[in-house]
């Protein structure tokens, strides 16, 4: 991804395609290559969460700290703008939720409207601040076929670094032999919700996907893919930002949060390299008690919306209007 970056300014300036084509080309790479480390994966089957004590009260003091500054800079920078205090606020309440409810609020109403009203939160602010400038000129339609493509990788990986997907299931006494396709009830995120398994075992494949899980995964997924189309319109009138370091500093933070967001391949990896030892890790992410996971979720969401806007509020501006329209 870095060499087509460097050769599109280079040597191929002439030639965007080609250099949207090596970038995503080594996205693809990447993604297949951590979906393979993950199926491989030493799972710390028989080690207990060793830390499990800590996580109540470092969701809450987290939970607290992120509610807090919500509502802070929010006042301070938005004063207007009440969705984003909002969003912030929810997400703050999203990771102390486990903690703060009785019994994990596995089947509390506040759970399910959590789940509901971040991802309406996000489609509203992407809704006023985002899609006039998509409809617009200044976005074309091969920013719009990269947008899709990235968003349609992203959720491939998604599934299968989540554990959502596998084609290495679990063998041995009891595990399945025939296909099959059931409903089960999951709990998570946050509550139970009903959700679909099935089992395919001639590729081998099995999986299943929540309800809730299905919408936490859209959220992250149109995120990633309206970043991808921005920054890609962004690259198409050779605009710089002269605070955050141009378009590389955008890619390199919308690509590392939307990955970071996956804990369970954050184990993985780690796993290849320190085996059962890197347990804890392993259960940071597992344990629906750790605050850790929430965390990463609800950075991702943060951050990508935060880049999101930024790459509209850069589109929006008058002489990119200007030269699309000639």
């Keep these: 991804m870095g060499g087509s970056a460097l050769l599109g300014k280079r040597v191929w300036s002439d030639h965007p395609k080609r250099t949207l084509s090596g970038v995503l080309i080594g996205l693809g790479v990447a993604l297949l290559g951590t979906i393979a480390i993950i199926q491989i994966q030493i799972e710390p089957v028989g080690t ?16 607290g700290l992120l509610t807090t500054g919500s509502l802070l800079l929010g006042v301070w920078r938005w004063p207007t703008r009440l969705e984003y205090s909002v969003l912030g606020l929810a997400l703050g309440i999203w990771v102390g939720y486990p903690a703060l409810m009785p019994n994990s609020g596995y089947r509390h109403p506040v759970g399910y409207l959590l789940v509901v009203v971040v991802p309406l939160l996000v489609g509203y602010i992407l809704w006023v601040d985002v899609w006039p400038v998509v409809r617009s000129d200044a976005v074309d339609q091969l920013a719009g076929h990269v947008g899709g493509l990235v968003a349609a990788m992203f959720s491939v990986f998604f599934l299968f670094s989540a554990g959502l997907f596998t084609v290495n299931p679990e063998q041995g006494v009891n595990g399945p032999t025939t296909a099959f396709v059931t409903t089960a009830s ?6 139970v919700w009903p959700a679909v398994e099935f089992y395919v075992p001639s590729i081998p494949l099995a999986g299943a ?15 990633i893919g309206l970043n991808a189309s921005l920054m890609t319109a962004v690259w198409q009138h050779s605009m710089e930002f002269s605070s955050s370091g141009g378009i590389l500093g955008g890619l390199a933070t919308t690509g590392a949060t ?17 085996g059962v030892s890197a347990s804890p890790l392993y259960w940071a992410f597992i344990d629906p008690a750790s605050p850790l996971g929430s965390l990463f979720f609800a950075a991702a969401v943060i951050l990508l919306v ?9 589109l929006s501006e008058p002489a990119v209007c200007r030269v699309s329209a000639d």
């Design 48 to 63: 207990t969460p060793t830390l499990h004590a800590w996580y109540p009260p470092l969701a809450v003091v987290t939970a």
């Design 186 to 191: 999951f709990a998570n995120p946050l509550v």
């Design 209 to 223: 996907m929540s309800v809730g899980t299905a919408l936490l995964i859209g959220t992250l997924v149109g995120l």
């Design 258 to 274: 939307a990955c970071c967001c996956c804990g369970p391949a954050v184990y993985a990896v780690a796993s290849v390299f320190f």
């Design 306 to 314: 935060w880049s999101v806007t930024r790459f509209a509020t850069r």
